[in-house]
């Protein structure tokens, strides 16, 4: 009928009788066929009712391709085992995704709030120099007063002048102090020239305790007293290091001496470079001596050296490994028991932060939380050959509410905040009497995102990794008390 139909069409066309518009077009249609199709006008319609057009055709092919999807994802006739198992996996893996998505979409959060509160801080230091440049602008310069020199020296003053012209004094400004440092006082902070405005600078040396003191630095294992102000060693080349931990082996076992340094940067997804430096000096330079390939991939800044082996959890995981340095393989593997992971307790500023191994005088710990301590912090002691808990220890403070932490002399100590610049270090946990006790001792974020803290064994220091920045802590202890 339809070729019938076509046929006439064509035979009017050949005749002249389709003047008025007729068209007959002829092609193939998706399956490969001929066919023909023809148009004529309308006499008494000027135009047709919208009866679906190209939106209602792409509505189509996204329907049949979301019907595709659907089909595949149920793995299509699911009354059987296969369709089952499918199913089943198919389920697993987008719930796996949309963990992985709430996590980032976290992380993005507090990158975007730590962004908005730089840039807030920013504007304020803006408004303050410019309020700063408008009083300078306004203020008058202080009339300039010319220095008389001075007159010459008396001779019962008991003061000789020295030769070659040299002021009465600068003989004795010169002296070094009882710490043979001369650089508290220089003849070139203080001449008798030509007149004009000259400024004598002092510069104070802070003297150690003597040994009778109860407090000392670098002695004894008590309480901490005080923390220094960061000192910035080395800033990361990339944006895979604006998190990231770096650390010494307090008992480095050859091929690798005391003062080598270790360094993982921790942002992305395939974290497995371990560099090493043959000093402080080189890791300053940028010059790594040693890359190891990890293999497994490591989970966030909760990573450790101690007698030869890095010790990190594995990603997306509560397993704990053991990796060897010496022979560059894994020497052993532990879950730790009820562990939260991945995003579960970490601290307050995320990036998956639920496990923390480090390492003090007393051995190797794993500050954590479990389902069962509802957030509190963990401590646990671990055996560092097989990764067994030794003994385990559960505060009262939630891992959630402080920035980071670390462990000196068996002690637990607490930062309130990642991210302002002053902030405190607010709780302590003793795990020799398992008592805990809030404290403030100032702490600084100089560089206001704070992302790992640890004790270095080796130099008495605090380590951190504070927006790309790999700082180090000076700390004052108390002497440790009789029992």
């Not at 991210?419 to 709780?427: E, F, G, K």
Request: proline residues 6%.
């Amino acid at each position: 009928m339809f070729l019938l139909l076509s046929l006439c069409v064509w035979g009017l066309l050949l005749r002249g009788d389709a003047q008025d518009g007729a068209a007959l077009w002829r092609g193939n249609d998706r399956s490969g066929r001929c066919q023909y199709t023809f148009s004529v006008p309308s006499p008494v319609e000027a135009s047709c009712p919208q009866m679906g057009g190209p939106e209602v055709e792409n509505l189509k092919a996204r329907l049949s391709l979301l019907e595709v999807l659907v089909a595949r994802l149920t793995g299509g006739d699911t009354g059987g085992p296969q369709g089952a198992g499918t199913t089943a996996r198919a389920q697993s893996e987008l719930q796996e995704a949309l963990n992985w998505a709430k996590g980032e979409k976290r992380t993005l959060q507090l990158e975007k709030e730590h962004l908005e509160q730089e840039l807030q801080g920013l504007q304020r230091r803006m408004e303050e120099m410019r309020r700063e440049t408008e009083r300078l602008r306004d203020r008058h310069c202080p009339p300039h007063t010319p220095i008389v020199p001075p007159s010459p020296p008396l001779h019962d003053s008991g003061l000789m002048r020295p030769a070659g012209g040299s002021p009465p004094m600068s003989h004795l400004m010169t002296r070094p102090n009882r710490q043979g440092d001369s650089s508290s006082l220089r003849d070139s902070e203080w001449q008798f020239g030509p007149a004009g405005f000259q400024e004598l600078k002092a510069e104070v040396t802070e003297v150690p305790a003597p040994d009778g003191s109860e407090e000392n630095t670098g002695l004894g294992c008590g309480e901490l007293v005080s923390v220094g102000e960061p000192v910035t060693h080395r800033k990361a080349e990339s944006i895979a290091g604006k998190y990231g931990v770096w650390m010494q082996d307090p008992e480095a076992v050859s091929p690798y001496g005391p003062n080598m340094v270790w360094r993982i940067d921790t942002i992305g997804s395939d974290v497995r470079q371990l560099f090493g430096y043959d000093d402080m000096e080189q890791l300053s330079k940028g010059f790594p001596s040693k890359v190891l390939l990890l293999p497994e991939l490591v989970e966030s800044t909760g990573a450790t050296l101690y007698r030869g082996s890095l010790y990190y959890q594995r990603r997306r995981s509560r397993s704990l490994i053991r990796f060897d340095l010496a022979s560059e393989s894994i020497a052993a593997r532990r879950d730790l028991p009820h562990a939260g992971f991945h995003g579960q307790f970490p601290y307050s500023w995320g990036g998956y932060t639920d496990i923390d191994v480090s390492v003090d005088e007393q051995g190797l710990w794993a500050v954590y939380s479990t389902s069962k301590a509802k957030g509190a912090i963990v401590i646990s002691q671990l055996d560092p050959n097989s990764l067994e808990v030794k003994r385990s220890w559960e505060t009262n403070i939630r891992k959630n509410s402080v920035a980071n932490s670390f462990i000196i002399c068996g002690k637990l100590y607490t930062v309130a905040s990642y991210a302002a610049p002053d902030t405190i270090i607010n709780y302590m946990y003793d795990t020799t009497t398992s008592r805990g006790k809030a404290m403030a001792i100032p702490f600084r974020n100089k560089y206001r995102y704070n992302s790992m803290i640890d004790y270095n064994v080796a130099q008495r220091k605090l380590f951190a990794w504070d927006n790309y920045h790999m700082v180090s802590y000076d700390l004052r202890l108390a002497r440790q008390q009789a029992v």
